[in-house]
């Protein structure tokens, strides 16, 4: 069975850090890539990041430069370092398994298949 | 960008209902993607590749569309259908998402 859990949430200061966790388990770790998506209360869905299966790195616009993610195969975790915090960094922040790669000779369709719980994240003084 | 249309719909069991996600440039099939939320959930994966169900997605979902206009046809609105639905596209190494369409009861 695919899962995917969350950790590391909390409440932060405007201008600090945290760091969330996302423990899979279930599926080859190292053949897909992961994502983070957030939620802020109340309102739609907003893709963070993703790091690729071999570690390329991907960023939102709104969290280039203050994020960071990274991936530890050999644990089957991701990681998000999150810098600089503001107010508006306030969400839930969901871990996602992206679709597989194509085979040879295939397109590659694009889409979360399994998400996590999520982990809250409040930014406030 | 992607816009959904209606941002609300006020509905019956039973009853037919159709959402729009409309992209403001023309994307490939293969990165259109429908999720459903329910209030305090995870997002679920309904249809991806704009007609492809996910697995344990019953026939009454079904999604079409292509170039710039998709859309997320419930044939008959069960209970359990009440919730928010987001669609979802790729391109340029980065996902969007639409802004939603809640399916409230009437």
Redesign the interface.
């Given at each position: 069975e695919v899962q995917v859990v969350e950790s590391g949430g909390g409440l932060v200061q405007p201008g600090g850090s945290l760091s969330l966790s996302c423990a899979a388990s279930g599926f080859i770790f190292s053949n897909f890539a992961m994502s983070w998506v957030r939620q802020a209360p109340g309102k739609g869905l907003e893709w963070v990041s993703a790091i690729s299966n071999g570690g390329r790195t991907y960023y939102a616009e709104s969290v280039r430069g203050r994020f960071s993610i990274s991936r530890d195969n050999s644990k089957s975790t991701v990681l998000l370092q999150m810098n600089s915090l503001r107010a508006e960094d306030t969400a839930t922040y969901y871990c996602a398994k992206e679709s597989p790669y194509p085979s040879r000779g295939s397109s590659r369709l694009y889409y979360f298949d399994y998400w996590g719980r999520g982990a809250l994240v409040t930014v406030s003084s | 960008v992607l816009t959904q249309s209606p941002g609300t719909l006020s509905l019956s069991p039973g009853e037919r209902v159709t959402l729009s996600c409309r992209a403001s440039q023309s994307v490939s099939s293969?990165?259109l993607?429908w999720?459903q939320?329910k209030p305090g959930q995870?997002?679920?994966?309904l249809i991806?590749?704009a007609s492809?169900r996910?697995t344990g997605i019953p026939d009454r979902f079904s999604g079409s569309g292509s170039g710039t206009d998709f859309t997320l046809t419930l044939s008959r609105l069960e209970p359990d259908d009440f919730a928010v639905y987001?669609c979802?596209?790729?391109g340029d190494?980065?996902?969007?998402?639409?802004?939603?369409t809640k399916v409230e009861i009437k």
């Open positions: - | 293969n990165s993607a999720y939320q995870t997002p679920r994966l991806y590749g492809i996910a987001f979802q596209h790729y190494s980065s996902w969007t998402f639409g802004p939603g």
